[in-house]
């Protein structure tokens, strides 16, 4: 087994006798590693995987509770769109990634299993021994199978009198000397702090506060009192910070420090009182070295009656998010990055090209009348039930479904310089994406809002959409984007102006790159014909056929869709009336008027996917051995099991088709050829009804339970 691709010693082959000695330790070293297949694959395809230490488990918490905790930090990080790798020492292996036999017998071996560092993991292999491992342990193991991001509740530090015993955790001196980012909550407060951040300084290890303050934490506490070097935003930020970390050939770690979450902060000064009389206890009973933590820990926990535990649980269960959200960043940057013993990205993943979705960002309000009313009952006057903000928006909402799972997606779109811009920037930072592409218009420009009222059963009763800003989009924006990210999937939303769609239909033409809009509505739906009028009459394009490759409309849309394609000239003449028919009459479950319309277009649009509600979805699409022929035909719909929410779903349904094509990195053909067989698109379209589903049980548009494994988990 090939384990050579798993990364390995941090020794620079300077010469050639150097060379092959690495190449002998990584043949030797590649029996001591046990990787399961999850994290295997998700390694050798270039996917996101955050590391999770051990110790936590057996020292940290008691059975069941530790098990329980460890399964739940581990779907909070699949959650995020990466795969978690849990590791400790196990019968003479390091085994990065546990499964649920491994889980429990580290939770019941409790503080029998040995903490286990740099200094411990020789000793406990030869042995085979139990071993949890501690941060340094996970840090050194992390490196090995080359995971370059790892989650942990706090980090070791300098302790309090260190100038008289010398009692520095060998946490520190492995951020000096092993490249992974340790995402956490600061060091415990029972620690000198100062010192702690002196040690980091002269080890040259990059501390970097997360969010909107330079404020280091102190563990329970999100303020020591003491600044951090550096503060990120997102994670975008600390995604290029190990990035070049790692290009500059510098072999220490980074600490990402992440406050508590505030809901938790409130008990930390009843936590810090607690942590002063166990200290005092520590020092009566002559405790030291490794057993210092657990018994501070313990007792901590006893002295506030279980607060501390709670408030440990949640800091660790935010740093998994975090460090998801980083670690799907950095895989999502595309281009590979070496470390010194030259860990390599597939050559897939380098490959290939991002996402890029150009429409509307907008602020949602979902109201929901409570009480179950006929709407012929309804007067003027007010409802009880329930509101609901978020961000919405087409184009954002197809872009953060396409993020959700798993394809480095990035939104063009214009917002204004208000509350409600500055929240939408902020949220697409929060889950990961990068909002720099968003273009902040002049003052007086409103951000987007959508602004819907649904029945108690989730029904649309009415809505109010104000979308002036997003005519305001300009071309000079898309093709800076164009130009920095080289997409090879490019969405696009009717909301955006026509002079917008042409310029990005024009560029992705230029690039190769696979075009699928969505109409959005009724009176938005033909903005794509009138661009593509505009492309023919330039002379930009031979020819408007097939520089759009996917539409996806509802019957409505694409029945005014093919009429505006009439008046254009753009098509010749609607088909002949006995084949509409004939198909029409073949199940499809299309009538006459949406069949007619779906073959006017197909010169057009060779792939069309027709969303029909209740009943699924018809796809049109290039027959397999005759592609200027049409093959038009039914998938059924997936059900429900209770409709929150209307909002979003096809949204839903489109980004997870972005997110598909892009792990398909297929690219139009100079003949135009699009590279999909109908059972290709069927199997798509099938997939994309997963994430839906979800949108639809779910009271946000786009459900935050959505991740790569709802594609490609069958």
């Avoid at 951040?197 to 040259?204: A, D, S, V």
């Avoid at 942590?275 to 020092?283: G, S």
């Avoid at 409570?370 to 903000?389: H, I, K, Q, W």
């Avoid at 902040?440 to 649309?460: E, K, P, W």
Wanted: hydrophobic content about 45%.
């Amino acid at each position: 087994m090939s384990f050579a691709r798993f990364r390995r010693l941090g020794v620079r082959a300077r010469a050639p006798f150097l060379a092959s000695q690495t190449r002998r330790h990584s043949s030797r070293l590649s029996s001591c590693l046990s990787v399961s297949p999850a994290v295997r694959e998700a390694l050798e395809s270039g996917a996101p995987v955050v590391a999770l230490e051990s110790t936590i488990i057996s020292h940290g918490m008691p059975y069941p509770q530790n098990v329980e905790t460890a399964r739940q930090v581990e779907q909070i990080v699949k959650e995020n769109g990466a795969t978690p790798a849990t590791i400790a020492l196990i019968d003479g292996q390091i085994h990065i990634g546990l499964g649920d036999a491994e889980l429990e017998r580290l939770g019941r071996s409790g503080k029998s299993a040995i903490k286990t560092s740099r200094r411990d993991m020789a000793a406990v292999l030869s042995r085979r021994l139990l071993g949890a491992t501690t941060v340094s342990g996970t840090m050194v193991a992390a490196h090995m199978a080359g995971i370059p991001v790892f989650a942990t509740g706090g980090i070791g530090g300098v302790h309090r009198g260190a100038e008289l015993t010398m009692d520095i955790s060998a946490d520190l001196t492995e951020l000096g000397r092993t490249p992974v980012a340790v995402v956490c909550a600061g060091a415990k407060s029972i620690l000198d702090l100062p010192k702690t951040l002196e040690f980091l300084e002269t080890q040259g290890v990059p501390v970097v506060a997360y969010g909107e303050s330079r404020q280091f934490p102190a563990f329970f506490s999100p303020d020591s009192g003491l600044l951090a070097p550096w503060s990120m935003l997102t994670p975008e930020q600390v995604a290029r910070l190990i990035k070049t970390n790692a290009e500059l050939g510098l072999m220490t770690g980074q600490i990402v420090a992440v406050p508590i979450p505030d809901e938790y902060a409130e008990s930390s000064a009843e936590i810090e009182r607690a942590i002063d009389v166990a200290v005092c206890e520590l020092e009566e009973r002559g405790i030291k070295g490794k057993e210092c933590t657990p018994f501070l820990l313990e007792r901590i926990v006893e002295l506030t009656g279980g607060a501390s535990l709670t408030a440990n649980i949640a800091l660790v269960k935010n740093n998994a998010r975090v460090a998801s959200q980083i670690s799907l960043s950095l895989a999502n940057m595309g281009t590979s990055f070496q470390w010194q013993h030259k860990r390599k990205m597939s050559t897939r993943a380098r490959a290939k090209r991002p996402v890029l979705v150009i429409g509307g960002a907008a602020i949602d309000i979902t109201s929901r009348i409570g009480a179950t009313r006929a709407t012929a009952t309804l007067s003027a006057t007010s409802y009880p039930g329930t509101v609901l903000t978020s961000i919405g928006g087409v184009g954002q909402n197809m872009a953060r479904a396409a993020h959700y799972l798993g394809a480095p997606t990035y939104l063009v779109s214009a917002i204004g310089n208000d509350a409600h811009g500055h929240s939408i920037k902020l949220d697409l930072a929060r889950v990961g994406m990068d909002p720099s592409y968003l273009q902040l218009q002049a003052d007086g420009a409103r951000t987007a809002v959508y602004n819907a009222l649904h029945m108690s059963n989730g029904d649309l009763l009415v809505a109010v959409a104000d979308m002036g800003i997003n005519g305001m989009l300009s071309g000079q924006q898309i093709s800076d984007a164009f130009g920095r990210l080289e997409p090879g999937i490019v969405g696009l939303d009717g909301n955006i102006s026509m002079l917008a769609l042409s310029t990005a239909i024009v560029l992705a033409a230029g690039k190769r790159a696979y075009v699928v809009f969505e109409p959005t509505s009724v009176p938005k739906c033909t903005s794509v014909l009138s661009a593509l009028s505009s492309i023919s009459r330039s002379g930009a394009a031979s020819s408007a056929n097939g520089l759009v490759q996917i539409i996806t409309p509802n019957a409505l849309e694409l029945q005014e869709m093919a009429k505006a394609a009439l008046d254009l000239a753009l098509v010749e003449s609607a088909p002949p009336a006995r084949i509409v028919s004939e198909i029409a009459n073949s199940r499809c479950q299309l009538s006459v008027e949406t069949v007619r319309a779906a073959l006017t277009l197909f010169p057009l649009f060779p792939i069309q996917i027709i969303k029909l509600g209740e009943m699924g979805v018809a796809v049109v699409s290039p027959q397999l051995h005759d592609q200027s022929q049409p093959m038009v035909r039914h998938i059924g719909p997936l059900k429900p099991k209770q409709i929150v929410n209307s909002n979003g779903a096809g949204d839903s349904l489109v980004g997870a088709m972005l997110a598909l094509l892009h792990s398909k990195q297929i690219a139009v053909s100079p003949a135009g050829h699009i590279g999909l067989s109908p059972g290709d698109i069927d199997d798509m379209v099938l997939r994309a009804q997963r994430a839906s589903i979800l949108s639809l049980e779910s009271p946000l548009a786009i459900s935050d339970k959505l991740t790569h494994h709802i594609l490609y988990d069958d």
